[in-house]
């Protein structure tokens, strides 16, 4: 309200700085007045003052990517702006970019008003083979307080890739059918991108085979490659096209790229051709159209075209048959004719078969030649006439005979001749003979001994035409006298006979008459009426043949002779006449008597009661027993005296008391021989109770008394033979006893048992 003079006072005072000032400093003026208190004359002063204040620079900067990706290598332009995001003018606003080089000015401003915003472009060349770029911009600048300022953008943009592969390749020199192809050529990668997963596969022998990779190849690069595949052997083409397919994946986007190269590649081919000619099945007759066949067929391996077969008959070249094309393999066949000439055997002519290699147009040739036959009928016919009678051997046998040309040709050379006992003798020998002509003949020879054969007459002769030979003969046998026999001698037993055993009778038969015998036989009575023993044969006079007669000999009859009858039978070759002569031999039997007793032991008993036994004896040989006793404990008859045929049985029974010992023997006699046979049984013996074999043993066990003596028999069979002692008896100790014996060789069944020995 007042100040006095020279007095001062402090004031505060303040007003918000506008928010849009746009400087570092803000001017400001006081005004101050008063009233002189005096005189109220007004006085005032003013003071004015530029204050600093605080600015707020900021900078912004912003990048947007190509609406449509550059291709690496391309140029890559980019967007963007720049903006005052501050409080105060920014000048030397600059934009730099880190590619191509770090530091590349993008843009430029003097200056940029707070809020103000500017737009830029820029470009580079986008990096080769990348999938896609990062770039960094900075924006700098200077508020004109002074101070700097910057902002930073990073941007990742995606570049277009364009993967692309070629394929190349080159054929090998021709190879043939069922040979290697061998594939070689190059791959590259023709794109702006790696290529990851390349590889190359044919279409042979099947559908994706695979030659080459997997590799990777960068943009540019290119790689060799080699495969191959066989040539399948039944092709029939001049070349062989095979299809290559390169495949890879883009490295940025895995996208699968390929390329094809096809290629037909010439093959090594073998043409040959082939042609057949066939004669008529007959001759063909002179002045007729002789007919043939043939085949022509490719042979080779490629396709033959422009096919011709000429003959050379009836003129050089004629065309006999015509084709356009011909496959591998293929065959086709045709006829042609001609007439055959007058005045000629056999005709002769060559077709020749020719074609062309489709493939190159070589030609291919072929011949066949054949000679056919021309129908002629050249004959010769010869008869001959026997005596009437009888001609006796030691004579002179005389027959006669016609040669006649009985065919259509003029014959050569003629010679007649005869065949006796296997000699050749010329009757007739004649120039020629002209067809129906004859010539008469006689001839005779001596009756050789023991002939009655047919003897042969033959005509031989070559026709002019063809030298071919022809013949003619007739065998007839002339009747002669003949005394035909035969005798059997000197027939006996090779061994002697045994009843069930094979036997064998040996003789002699003999031609004892003046002729040839043929179907010679000797039939025996045994083992059945007309048994063949020998033959049919044939023997000359003089001739003597032995024979050899084995069979089972009857083992069932009971008799001690055997009778055998052997009748030899022929017939004279030279007439339908037998002869025949019986002999008859007697041989006894040798023969193998035997007998088995045998008593049926009760499995128990009470001491003291006595109990019946049933016995048996037995024939066990191979002949009749007469005289057959059985006796107990060497006193007391059981059985007989009674006969027993083979096989045949007697029972008997005897009183048997438990812990005595009962001994039965049988005896009889040989009822051819008388030879006596003897066997023997008992009860209270040792009972076997068990057996055991091993590795050619056997263990028996047996029960006992002690101090008892024991032994041990053995049997290869119950029906012939007797029971043999082992060796080594065995005194019991104890309640059992046992024993090991060792097996014969090839044993496949015995028979065991044990006595009890008697003390001294």
């Known amino acids: 309200a007042a100040l006095a003079p020279g007095a001062a006072t402090n004031f505060t005072g303040s007003f918000p700085v506008p928010a849009n000032l746009n400087a570092c400093a803000i001017a400001n003026t006081l005004a101050v007045t008063g009233r002189d208190k005096c005189s109220g004359t007004t006085v005032s002063s003013t003071v004015t003052r530029t204050c600093p204040v605080i600015s707020a620079p900021s900078i912004q900067v912003t990048k947007t990517c190509p609406e449509t990706p550059v291709a690496p290598g391309g140029v890559l332009t980019f967007g963007g702006s720049v903006r005052n995001d501050g409080n105060v003018t920014l000048s030397n606003v600059t934009v730099v970019v880190d590619r191509p080089s770090p530091g590349t000015v993008v843009y430029t401003v003097a200056s940029l008003e707070p809020g103000a915003t500017a737009s830029f472009a820029g470009s580079y060349p986008a990096p080769l083979n990348e999938c896609s770029v990062t770039d960094t911009l900075t924006a700098t600048a200077v508020d004109r307080c002074g101070n700097p300022v910057s902002d930073r953008t990073t941007t990742l943009c995606a570049l277009t890739t364009t993967p692309r592969l070629a394929i ?24 702006n991108i790696t290529l990851t997963n390349v590889t190359v596969v044919i279409d042979r022998p099947a559908a994706n085979t695979r030659v080459f990779g997997p590799v990777t190849l960068v943009p540019g690069q290119a790689a060799p490659f080699q495969g191959s595949f066989t040539v399948p052997a039944d092709i029939a083409a001049c070349s062989i096209t095979s299809m290559l397919t390169v495949r890879g994946n883009d490295l940025c986007t895995g996208a699968s790229v390929s390329s094809m190269a096809a290629a037909t590649c010439p093959l090594l081919t073998s043409p040959r051709i082939l042609v057949t000619k066939s004669c008529p099945a007959a001759p063909t007759p002179q002045g007729s159209p002789l007919v043939f066949s043939g085949t022509v067929a490719n042979i080779g391996d490629s396709v033959l075209t422009n096919i011709v077969v000429v003959n050379n008959q009836p003129a050089s070249n004629t065309v006999v048959f015509a084709a356009l094309r011909l496959l591998p393999g293929q065959m086709t066949n045709f006829t042609g004719s001609y007439i055959v000439p007058t005045n000629c055997c056999e005709v002769c002519d060559t077709l020749t078969a020719s074609g062309r290699n489709e493939c190159n147009g070589l030609a291919v040739y072929d011949t066949a030649t054949a000679i056919c036959p021309v129908k002629f009928a050249p004959q010769i016919r010869i008869t001959k006439t026997c005596p009437e009678q009888p001609t006796p051997i030691g004579e002179v046998l005389t027959y006669s005979g016609v040669v006649s040309n009985a065919g259509n040709v003029t014959l050569s050379d003629v010679v007649a001749y005869h065949s006796i006992t ?39 002769a070559r026709s002019i035409c063809g030298n071919t030979p022809v013949t003619d003969s007739v065998t007839s046998a002339c009747p002669v006298e003949t005394a035909p026999n035969i005798d059997i001698v000197e027939v006996s037993a090779a061994q002697p006979v045994s009843a069930g055993q094979p036997g064998t009778f040996v003789g002699t038969v003999v031609n004892s008459g003046n002729v040839t015998l043929t179907n010679v036989v000797v039939a025996g009575s045994m083992p059945a009426p007309n048994t063949l023993v020998l033959g049919p044969l044939t023997l000359v006079p003089g001739e003597t043949r032995v024979f050899s007669h084995s069979y089972a000999v009857p083992q069932d009859c009971n008799c001690c002779l055997l009778v055998n009858s052997y009748t030899a039978r022929g017939w004279n070759r030279c007439e339908s006449v037998q002869v025949a002569a019986t002999t008859t031999i007697v041989t006894p039997y040798l023969t193998r008597p035997g007998i088995v007793v045998s008593l049926e032991c009760p499995a128990g008993s009470s001491p003291g009661q006595t109990a019946s036994v049933a016995g048996r004896v037995m ?58 046979v003897s066997d023997a049984d008992l009860c209270g013996a040792p009972l076997i109770t068990s057996i055991a074999v ?66 001294t």
């Open 168 to 191: 190349s390749r080159t054929c090998p020199p021709p190879v043939p059918p069922g040979g290697q192809m061998v594939l070689q050529g190059w791959v590259t990668n023709t794109g």
């Open 422 to 460: 296997g000699k050749r003798h010329r009757i007739l020998e004649v120039a020629a003979l002209a067809p129906g002509e004859a010539e008469f003949f006689t001839a005779s020879f001596t009756v050789p001994e023991d002939f009655c054969e047919p003897d042969t007459v033959a005509v031989e």
């Open 619 to 676: 024939n066990s040989g191979d002949v009749a027993l007469t005289n057959v006793v059985v006796v107990r404990d060497g006193t007391t008859r059981l059985a007989g005296p009674i006969s027993l045929v083979r096989g045949e049985t007697h029972d008997f029974v005897t009183p048997y008391t438990p812990g005595a010992v009962v001994n039965v023997v049988a005896t009889a006699n040989d009822a051819c021989t008388g030879a006596t």
């Open 694 to 759: 091993a590795e050619g043993t056997v263990t028996l066990r047996w029960t006992s008394q002690p101090g008892t003596t024991y032994r041990v028999q053995s049997h290869a069979n119950l029906i012939e033979g007797a029971w043999g002692n082992e060796p080594g008896d065995v005194t019991s100790s104890g309640t059992t006893c046992t024993k090991t014996l060792t097996l014969p060789a090839g044993t496949e069944s015995r028979f065991y048992r044990v006595l009890v020995v008697p003390s």
